[in-house]
């Protein structure tokens, strides 16, 4: 059974860095693309970045170019987001997940395992 921990959420005062881990198991983690969502209170789940299996093709929504960093480690079976100059509109619950395909995309619909999610807070 496939299942995805993340970690590492937290407070955070604007302008300041979060780094979120997600872990992964029950699954060949190097073949399979994974994503970063989040989900603010009131709002839909949206993207953030993706990540194809051999961490050479990224993918970023434009809300977070340029502030954040998608990385993976396929031999420690974990991903990453490094999350810098945070703002208030950040906030949010974030979730890990792992797509059936080698590539990832933006849609949630084309990912098929989720993790718990893992809250960042953004204070002004």
């Known amino acids: 059974q496939v299942q995805l921990v993340e970690s590492g959420g937290g407070l955070v005062q604007a302008g300041g860095s979060l780094r979120l881990s997600c872990t992964a198991s029950?699954?060949?983690?190097?073949?399979?693309?994974m994503g970063w969502f989040r989900q603010a209170p009131g709002k839909e789940r949206e993207f953030v970045a993706t990540?194809?299996?051999?961490?050479?093709?990224?993918y970023y929504a434009d809300s977070v170019k340029g502030r954040f960093t998608i990385s993976r480690d396929n031999a420690k079976n974990t991903m990453s987001l490094q999350m810098n100059s945070l703002k208030p509109e950040d906030t949010a619950v974030y979730y890990c997940?792992?797509?059936?395909?080698?590539?990832?995309?933006?849609?949630?619909?084309?990912?098929?395992?989720w993790g718990q999610g893992t809250q960042v807070t953004v204070s002004s």
């Open positions: 990540i194809n299996w051999s961490g050479g093709t990224i």
């Open positions: 997940a792992t797509s059936p395909s080698l590539w990832g995309t933006v849609s949630s619909f084309e990912y098929d395992f």
């Open positions: 029950g699954r060949t983690f190097s073949n399979y693309a």
